[in-house]
Antibody, heavy 118, light 108 residues
């Protein structure tokens, strides 16, 4: 069965970086992209970007350009999302999901809470 | 950027009633790349509908999606206790992909 398992919760200080992992299983990793979506406490869903697991092409939300990098490691079927220069308003649950770029997000990770606090 | 506006913000209904949720786009959504997700507290979103009207695997047939262009609807024919949750629409045909702000379906 398809599963996306994310890394554990993180607490970071403002200005630091965080790297969240998303390990996929149960399907051919390179056949689908991975989208990243975040949700601030009590708020709605915000699309962060997408990466092709086939060729590494990326598409980032404009507001995060320059601070976010999405990568994949096909040898371990793992996707990564790194966010730099963290601010308090980056506090959110970060989700990875299979799909994106004209494909619906049909399987989601369990979410990773990133807390940014001094 | 395509802005998705969901209405109503909150829907108060009783089990067994019909729920009709609306999602209106600021521009036409290409090829009906419109999905609906259900989210319960502390859980990840769950895909219900994709391509505007196709049910995802394992989704009960009381959930149905319709619409095209700029107007889309999610209908729950008879609410079950487990259907009380927040519902989001998403367009994934144009970059950036965008979500609506959500509709909360609560028990009346």
């Amino acid at each position: 069965q398809v599963q996306l398992v994310q890394s554990g919760a993180e607490v970071k200080k403002p200005g630091a970086s965080v790297k969240v992992s998303c390990k996929a299983s149960g399907y051919t990793f390179t056949s689908y992209g991975i989208s990243w979506v975040r949700q601030a406490p009590g708020q709605g869903l915000e699309w962060m970007g997408w990466i092709s697991a086939y060729n590494g092409n990326t598409n980032y939300a404009q507001k995060l350009q320059g601070r976010v990098t999405m990568t994949t490691d096909t040898s371990t079927s793992t996707a990564y999302m790194e966010l730099r220069s963290l601010r308090s308003d980056d506090t959110a649950v970060y989700y990875c999901a299979r799909g994106g770029r004209h494909f619906h997000s049909d399987y989601w990770g369990q979410g990773t809470l990133v807390t940014v606090s001094s | 950027e395509i802005v998705l506006t969901q209405s109503p913000g909150t829907l108060s209904l009783s089990p067994g009633e019909r729920a009709t949720l609306s999602c209106r786009a600021s521009q036409s959504v290409s090829s009906s790349y419109l999905a609906w997700y259900q989210q319960k507290p502390g859980q990840a979103p769950r895909l219900l509908i994709y391509g505007a009207s196709s049910r995802a695997t394992g989704i009960p047939d009381r959930f149905s999606g319709s619409g095209s262009g700029t107007d889309f609807t999610l209908t729950i024919s008879r609410l079950e206790p487990e259907d009380f949750a927040v519902y989001y629409c998403q367009q994934y045909g144009s970059s950036p992909e965008t979500f609506g702000q959500g509709t909360k379906v609560e028990i009346k």
